[in-house]
């Protein structure tokens, strides 16, 4: 049995994997009505163990979280609640409209979704703000490469806690050298995507390793490729509206890839090229 927790460089605890409420549960322009099946997604996951939950407000399905909790009457102190600004929105204020709409009196992590705007820095100091304030308890970014990680600790008192960006064996560096900058400066990361070598790249170097891995682990597919993430020292957020695949997800602490494994999966990943999210903004061409 491994350790079903994260802890942050500040000494947080977070959860080791995490339900993400984002791209697969987008809501399209003037799409402003309760999406019950996202709601019943959420009260299945709080009812199969998850207690980490992460959120948008590019996504438009706060009130969903919001609703579903409110139903489970989970004690707050034992979940963790993860959102995020949208790059160039003004963190103060969107974080209320943000806690509003999740019925809550603060988040566990606040992140800047994206750096692709001017004034990286005034908002990191309006996200410091807000941690002062206690309405959020840790401040942290989201698809951020080198440079703009190096903008926000040149301004930065609190620097991020984690860099939350698409992480997988055919993108094991969102962006150039990102995974080393992190770890340097002690930014945890955290995954979205980490299922997209069978969610969207099928056929890929990874097609055959996999079912002969899960043949010999006794797992899913799917559990190996969370596992690796979770040996690489990366927190997995993933998503499912099936119950029984939320089930699935959650059962990777109770076993462990072997080195040589872990180190195949690595090098047959770093072989092969795909990006799942934010293409239009950091594939390089």
């Known amino acids: 049995m491994t350790s079903t927790t994260f802890e942050l460089s500040n000494g947080t605890s977070v959860p080791a994997i995490g339900f993400g409420i ?48 409110k139903r489970a009457k989970v004690p707050r102190e034992k979940l963790f609640i993860t ?16 806690l509003k709409k999740l019925n809550l009196g603060y988040v566990d992590l606040y992140l800047v979704h994206h750096p692709f705007f001017r004034g990286v820095e005034d908002s990191w100091r309006k996200m410091e703000q807000l941690l002062q304030s206690g309405k959020v308890k840790n401040i942290g970014v989201s698809n951020f490469g080198v440079e703009d990680i190096n903008k926000v600790l040149a301004v930065a008192e609190t620097k ?5 960006i698409e992480y997988h064996p055919y993108l094991q560096n969102q962006t150039p050298g990102i995974i080393h900058h992190c770890k340097y400066h002690s930014i945890d990361v955290v995954a979205y995507g980490p299922l997209v070598p069978l969610t ?3 056929g890929g170097p990874l097609t055959t390793m996999l079912k002969s891995l899960a043949s010999k682990y006794k797992k899913t597919e799917a559990q190996i490729l969370l596992r690796w993430c979770y040996q690489s020292g990366v927190l997995p957020i993933t998503t499912s509206s099936k119950k029984t695949r939320m089930q699935e997800f959650m059962q990777i602490f109770d076993f462990e890839l072997e080195e040589t494994d872990q180190n195949s999966i690595s090098n047959a990943g770093q072989a092969y090229h795909h990006r799942g999210y934010w293409r239009e903004r950091l594939e390089r061409k």
């Open 22 to 69: 984002g791209t697969k549960w987008y809501k399209t322009s003037g799409n402003t009505g309760t999406d019950e099946s996202l709601v019943k997604a959420i009260e299945d996951a709080l009812d199969v163990g998850y207690t980490h939950f992460d959120a948008a407000e590019m996504y438009g399905t706060e009130e969903e979280l919001g609703e579903a909790l």
């Open 83 to 98: 959102t995020k600004v949208t790059g160039g929105n003004d963190p103060i204020e969107h974080l209320e409209t943000s």
């Open 160 to 164: 991020p806690v984690v860099n939350q």
């Open 200 to 202: 969207k790249a099928e």
